[in-house]
């Protein structure tokens, strides 16, 4: 089994508009109420369900996609979290390689869920002493990494109720998310509009698209946060698994897990996928480097570089395979 791990930015214009392709999947081909609980077609189909209720007390909807070959995806509208992703293995059995829970509540905290499957923002990663300066002002966020801001604080966007609209898009079910997040909420300047998508096409393929406008100057860093297991069996781990990168580079990290604002060249070091190499291999022969010791493993940056005939498809980007 082959992943492509692909996420796709569409920059704002001057005018306000947003940049899209012209054969993107986010192409509206059917549209329905939230009143609906299916559509379904010749590319698919996606289900809403209640699926609990919020901390606040909020009902918590799951909506499922599934693809005319049985590929799925859950998508819970608390964090916008993708709870699972089935895909067929080599044998075209479907297995769940995605780790997540079987209902809702044990994602309300970190403990048990540490960001699984969680849409991650403001901002992801780090900001040490949770501070930055943005012309000439200095915001204060805050702190939920010991004297550090992660992935947002502690009212990140994967702890935010997100509103969904389902659709069927051209290459497959369609999954809108939009969620608003008001000037100052954890420090941050400016009201910031967020749209996220999740489409899943064929062949297995799910495609996380971001846009986002802010009416202030701010800083922003969207990601998604699933961790990943081809296998589909959370009880053996992910060692066998082979990786193939495009980065010349990494960011190294200090002792907190902050860059240290610093490249450093993958080669010759536990960090160098250009070509296809097993973790295993690569922990094993560079056990004890203290890029590794400091972050217990892999918790890293790296920094992509374009490929000849690449176009930043998703084939020759990021790509992970489990052993046979």
């Not at 082959?2 to 940049?19: D, E, I, S, W």
């Not at 609906?36 to 919020?54: F, N, Q, R, Y």
């Not at 829970?101 to 990663?125: C, K, M, V, W």
């Not at 781990?237 to 200090?254: F, G, K, N, R, Y």
Request: with cysteine.
């Amino acid at each position: 089994m082959t992943v492509f791990l692909f996420f796709r930015a569409f920059p704002r214009q001057a005018t306000g508009a947003t940049t899209r392709p012209a054969n993107s999947p986010g192409i509206l081909k059917v549209r329905r109420s939230m009143t609906d609980k299916h559509l379904s077609g010749p590319v698919g189909s996606i289900t809403a369900e209640p699926w609990g209720h919020s901390p606040e007390g909020r009902e918590i909807t799951l909506y499922t996609l599934r693809t005319p070959d049985q590929t799925e995806a859950a998508i819970m509208d608390y964090g916008g979290v993708l709870v699972r992703l089935l895909l067929p293995d080599r044998a075209g059995r479907l297995e769940d390689v995605v780790l997540g829970h079987d209902e809702a509540a044990p994602y309300f905290t970190r403990d048990q869920s540490p960001y699984f499957g969680a849409l991650i923002g403001r901002y992801g990663n780090r900001i040490a002493q949770g501070r930055f300066t943005l012309d000439g002002e200095t915001y204060n966020l805050g702190c939920n990494d010991g004297p550090n801001a992660l992935h947002g604080g502690e009212g990140g966007f994967d702890h935010r109720h997100w509103l969904g609209e389902m659709r069927l898009a051209d290459t497959g079910p369609a999954l809108d998310l939009t969620y608003s997040s008001p000037a100052g909420e954890e420090g941050y300047p400016g009201r910031l509009d967020v749209r996220v998508t999740y489409v899943l096409g064929l062949p297995g393929q799910l495609e996380i698209t971001y846009h986002a406008e802010c009416d202030a100057p701010t800083i922003v860093n969207l990601t998604q946060h699933s961790y990943w297991n081809l296998v589909g069996d959370a009880r053996r781990d992910i060692l066998e698994h082979e990786l193939q990168i495009e980065a010349d580079a990494m960011t190294p990290v200090s002792a907190q897990l902050l860059p240290t604002g610093t490249l450093k060249p993958v080669e010759g070091t536990p960090f160098d996928f250009r070509t296809w190499r097993h973790l295993g291999d690569a922990l094993r022969e560079h056990g004890h480097e203290e890029q590794l010791q400091q972050a217990k493993g892999y918790d890293h940056n790296f920094v992509l570089r374009d490929a000849p005939g690449c176009a930043w498809q998703p084939s020759c980007v990021n790509r992970v395979r489990a052993a046979a």
